[in-house]
């Protein structure tokens, strides 16, 4: 499919085939997607005619650390874009990869499935950048895809998931918590996407979460009676 973008939002003097890179590929779990995810996808899309958003640790049961299921996280996504800028919600392509806890097959999965949907210009190589954050030891995978041009980027402010969702549920149980998370820290869109209102329900006491959380063991969290 072809990006449908004509002009760089950020720079609407820009045209977009004056972009440096035809694909950037941007790998998150994005759980949930926050205000610092979605300003560096600004950025991303700024300097890409397409932006590939890996979503990691795809296809598990839910739990703590990973609430959402890779559909929800794409429609928070694909929400937070159209209400910022709806033409570029066409040139976003979302591939999913579990998790392989070995590093090499990891980032195996993550070339194969950012592969299968790059396609070749008319006229020579598809010019592809990595595009992230080194937040810390976790983001040294950033330096495992030769090949792939690294575009760093600063932080964008100090949050980050884990943050969120402990303030999720150490408000007062899990709605209150959400309303006061959305208000703070994540796209106004994302927080009233249909993935978000869907996750809503299924989360237990605040006190059973803690318990799954000290477990330190997978365990789906089934929607209350």
Not at 15 to 21: E, G, K, L, R
Not at 131 to 153: C, I, M, R, T
């Amino acid at each position: 499919m072809t990006p449908t973008n004509t002009t760089n939002p950020l720079n609407p003097t820009q045209p977009a085939s004056a972009v440096p890179f035809d694909y950037l590929v941007y790998i998150g779990r994005f759980e949930p997607l926050h205000n610092g995810h979605f300003a560096m996808l600004r950025q991303a899309l700024a300097q890409a005619r397409t932006v590939i958003v890996v979503l990691g640790s795809a296809g598990g049961a839910r739990t703590v650390k990973n609430p959402f299921t890779a559909d929800e996280r794409r429609q928070m996504i694909e929400g937070a874009v159209a209400a910022w800028d709806a033409a570029r919600v066409a040139d976003l392509r979302f591939v999913v990869v579990r998790d392989y806890y070995e590093s090499a097959r990891w980032t195996a999965a993550v070339r194969a499935v950012a592969g299968a949907v790059i396609d070749a210009p008319a006229h020579g190589t598809p010019r592809v950048g990595l595009f992230g954050h080194f937040k810390d030891a976790s983001s040294g995978y950033l330096n495992d895809f030769p090949g792939w041009e690294l575009v760093p980027q600063p932080s964008f402010g100090q949050l980050n998931a884990a943050d969120v969702r402990r303030q999720w549920f150490e408000q007062q149980g899990a709605c209150k918590g959400w309303r006061a998370c959305c208000r703070s820290r994540w796209p106004r869109s994302c927080a009233s996407s249909p993935g978000a209102k869907r996750s809503r329900p299924c989360w237990p006491s605040t006190a059973s979460c803690r318990t799954t959380a000290a477990a330190g063991r997978p365990r789906r969290i089934r929607r209350s009676s």
